[in-house]
């Protein structure tokens, strides 16, 4: 795991990040105070960008946080203008840079950093799909090593899962995201073996019921904080939902709620029509996997909202597409009688439409997901290098075939057209081969890994 941490002397992007000396007992030490906000913000794209993260950042700054982790800060202006706003009282941050255009992830902290890592997703989304541009961000996990008094060392987790397909994804975008959910798992369950304290927040782009979040949940034995205080993981049945209102405060709901100005005019999907929106956001928590004797407190969830609601003073937007999500949580002296839930699977309530009782059932539902986009990825991968030898033949043929042409006025279309079948074809060339070699490999790592973790598990159980 070290060789995936910056030490913060390299890692800190600003000098006031570098302090490394344990933060001094106080009576604030005894509660931690965390907000995950999407800012969704986007340059040239995302609408009131500027007014809306200036705000965010005044927000941040008049409030009491003790971690805040936000997603969609793609614009280093937009990080620099919050981190000097929320300073005297959270002097600790980094901004993640990943990709062509950056992670977009940041966290910030009342308690020292030490160190920090960043793992870029293995999958997110096609080279082609330039609208959806998940493939050309870096969509990562990012995590900060803090110092906190009591707790000893904390690892912060902030993601951004892959979006494609929302609640009806095909085939290969459902392995996309469940790629995404193990490698996330995977750096979660590190942190708590080497006996750290974990705080996961981030945009899942997942309601709770879903394959990749019950994975999540499953294989890391993260508790989610709103379920452990509202006391259900998955929404009711539609006639339990009365109001937007109603869905926010009593649900959740973080995303696509008739709520936020930003939602007029979107069409939804059906779970988001059924349930007034989605909850996508989340802050998660669990313990170390071992308990040391220097081990004495232990972190408890004592309640969590849904954030960030109203408008923006002054205006009639909202701060974001999307709601943020806090939670406060008590240092509370361990119970060492207390069961070990960092390996107590969590399961859903029935009559989801995928409720696993067992990680063996969570890891075939993975596997065979796999296995399919795997097959899928190949023909694609096929179809796409036939397509690119055809043109080249076209493009062959057409120059051949100019020769002849008498008109030279129909020279400039010749060539125009050429460059097309020139553009094209290379487009192909290379979602083909490097897009489908990437996408083929990264699965069937991933399927060799998951089919081990099978395999360890039977043994386990029998």
Known sequence: MSEHHIELSQAQDRPNSTTTEPS???????????????????????????????????????????????????????????????????????????GALGAGLAIFSRFPIRSTSLHPYSLCGSPLDVAGGDWFVGKAVVSAIIDHPLLGEVEIFNTHLFAKGGESPTKPQMAHRLVGAYEFTRRVNIAASLGRHVLAVGDFNCVSKSPAMQFIYTMTGLSDAWGSTHGSFVLPQADGVHSPHHAVNDRGVTADSPLNTYSKGKVFDEHARKYLGKRLDYVLFRPPSSKPPQYTHELRCRESSVAFTHQVPGTQVSFSDHFGVTATFECAPVRRNSPQNGHRPITPPRGTSYSPTTRAEVLEYAISTMGAAYSFARQDSHKKLMWFAGLVVLLVALIIGSAWVPESGVNPALVFVGAVITWGGTTLLYAGFLGGGWETRALMRTLEELELLLQAEERRVY
Not at 30 to 45: D, S
Not at 90 to 98: E, G, T, V, W
């Open 24 to 98: 001094k007992m106080n009576d604030q030490d005894t509660e931690i105070r965390v907000l995950t906000l999407n800012c969704w913000g986007l340059k040239f794209v995302s609408k009131d960008r500027v007014v809306r993260t200036r705000a965010i950042g005044d927000e941040i700054a008049a409030s009491n946080y003790d971690i805040v982790g936000l997603q969609e800060l793609w614009v280093q202006a937009d990080y620099d203008y919050i981190k000097s706003k929320v300073a005297h009282k959270l002097p600790h941050s980094k901004y993640f840079l990943s």
